[in-house]
């Protein structure tokens, strides 16, 4: 079985920033593509930005030139640099992974960590 355990969630006033951190832990897989999402209540699950094992990315509208999605490959780790926070970014951030290699299992699974709750208020 995989894990992501996510971290880095909290309060903060508008303008602030949070770094948010998730890592794949297990024994023999190989993590393809990663990810955050969001969801704000009564909303639905929304992409917040994707990365690549190779590097490679993508931003919600809502978030570019604000957040920074990036990734060390040799932890299994992804990070969410989120700046300018803004009361509307108010949601529960989920990773998302793409696993592969697991024995006996043929394909892409695909996993959701727990959700880090990100608040911003004043």
């Known amino acids: 079985q995989v894990q992501l355990v996510e971290s880095g969630g909290g309060l903060v006033q508008p303008g602030g920033s949070l770094r948010l951190s998730c890592t794949a832990s297990?024994?023999?897989?190989?993590?393809?593509?990663m990810g955050w999402y969001r969801q704000a209540p009564g909303s639905e699950r929304d992409l917040v930005a994707t990365?690549?094992?190779?590097?490679?990315?993508n931003y919600a509208d809502s978030v570019k030139g604000r957040f920074t999605i990036s990734r060390d490959n040799a932890k299994n780790t992804v990070y969410l640099q989120m700046n300018s926070l803004q009361p509307e970014d108010t949601a529960v951030y989920y990773c998302h992974a793409e696993i592969r290699g697991r024995p006996g299992i043929i394909g892409v699974e695909y996993y959701w960590g727990q959700g880090t709750q990100v608040t911003v208020s004043s």
């Open positions: 990365i690549t094992s190779g590097g490679m990315t």
């Open positions: 297990g024994i023999n897989f190989s993590v393809g593509a």
